[in-house]
């Protein structure tokens, strides 16, 4: 288990229960909140470490940009209540994911926190103290918990009633998320912008995503954590240099993304597991041909898609180049 805090002795419930009632008030009176969150995952191989702004408006709009690791830097959530929008700078792409159960991220922020406490009448509160710093220390159970997030605890200073960090827990009581935050701010003024779905330029529609997705070198190191034996790309234009490598979870299993990028241009290649519905319908666009395979073209703020299904995966290319370029790429997707 990570490191755990020492418990407080001596405090008495009626302590104990006046600090948190201290903590309710606070944390019930919150509209919005700004912060800087760093957020460490027990990951499949490795621990996983982000580094993120959070901006949030009661009861469940929020704002991310990724500042940590480099190779994600800029990456942007937007949340409005009902939609939400991820834009990718290193494939300079906004995508849009409606209808999205956002409770995959819900941990990370102490405004679902809040809503989870009042909610809940499993509530356990105590008073923690380390290094000369005391806490009070919230605990409850996370809303439809898995194994592997089963309880939720939150820290806060007891001084100015700011949270210092969450910890989520596994069922047998080891950490497996773990967000510490700085430069809180209560009730900031937000910009409605910040949420506003009409200001983000909609380029491609996507499904449910999961930020902490696996990172590798290659598809074959990648291979090994997917529910089907990926394709690969064989040609690609020599100004483009393969970028990133990603798996993430998504709804019906798990996605495979890889990016290339140079002298301006920029393709992704998506492939998933294909359900039964997708396998029937290549969706709207233009029909067209793929040495013998059909698929759909279409396009939006000149981003070019091609999907196609084959040997029970969903395919998806999109990029910056020509209708004809991206076609011939994706007849060399084996």
């Keep these: 288990m990570l490191g755990l805090v020492l418990l407080c002795q001596g405090c008495s419930p009626y302590t104990e229960e006046r600090a948190y009632k201290e903590v309710h008030k606070k944390l019930a009176g919150m509209d919005s909140y700004s912060c800087t969150a760093e957020i460490f995952t027990k990951g499949n191989r490795q621990p996983g470490y982000f580094k993120i702004k959070q901006w949030f408006c009661m009861p469940d709009r929020y704002r991310l940009e990724v500042l940590e690791p480099a190779v994600m830097k800029g990456k942007t959530t937007v949340f409005d209540g009902q939609r939400l929008w991820m834009y990718y700078p290193y494939i300079d792409q906004v995508l849009l994911l409606e209808d999205m159960d956002p409770s995959m991220d819900e941990n990370m922020f102490l405004g679902f926190f809040l809503r989870d406490m009042l909610e809940t009448e499993s509530i356990q509160y105590s008073i923690h103290k380390e290094a000369g710093e005391t806490t009070v220390v919230v605990e409850l159970p996370v809303p439809g918990g898995s194994k592997y997030r089963c309880t939720q605890k939150m820290f806060i200073d007891k001084k100015d009633l700011r949270p210092i960090m969450l910890e989520i827990y596994d069922i047998s009581g080891n950490v497996t998320t773990r967000v510490k935050y700085s430069d809180f701010r209560y009730n900031p003024g937000l910009d409605d912008d910040l949420f506003d779905r009409e200001k983000a330029a909609v ?32 040609v690609v234009p020599e100004e483009l240099e393969r970028d990133v490598i990603q798996v ?44 013998g395979r059909e698929a759909v073209y279409s396009e939006r703020q000149g ?18 180049l020509t209708r004809n370029a991206l076609a011939e790429m994706a007849k060399n997707i084996r």
């Design 203 to 234: 380029s491609m529609l996507f499904e449910e995503w999961d930020v902490s997705g696996m990172f590798f070198d290659s598809f074959d190191e990648a291979r090994r954590y997917l529910d089907f034996p990926p394709l690969e790309l064989y």
């Design 248 to 291: 993430v979870e998504t709804g019906g299993g798990r996605t495979l993304i890889a990016t290339y990028t140079g002298g301006g241009e920029s393709i992704t290649l998506i492939q998933k597991g294909a359900g039964k519905a997708e396998g029937e319908s290549l969706g709207g666009g233009e029909l067209i041909h793929l040495d």
């Design 303 to 320: 981003t070019g898609k091609i999907s196609w299904t084959e040997g029970g995966i969903r395919v998806e290319l999109m990029g910056n």
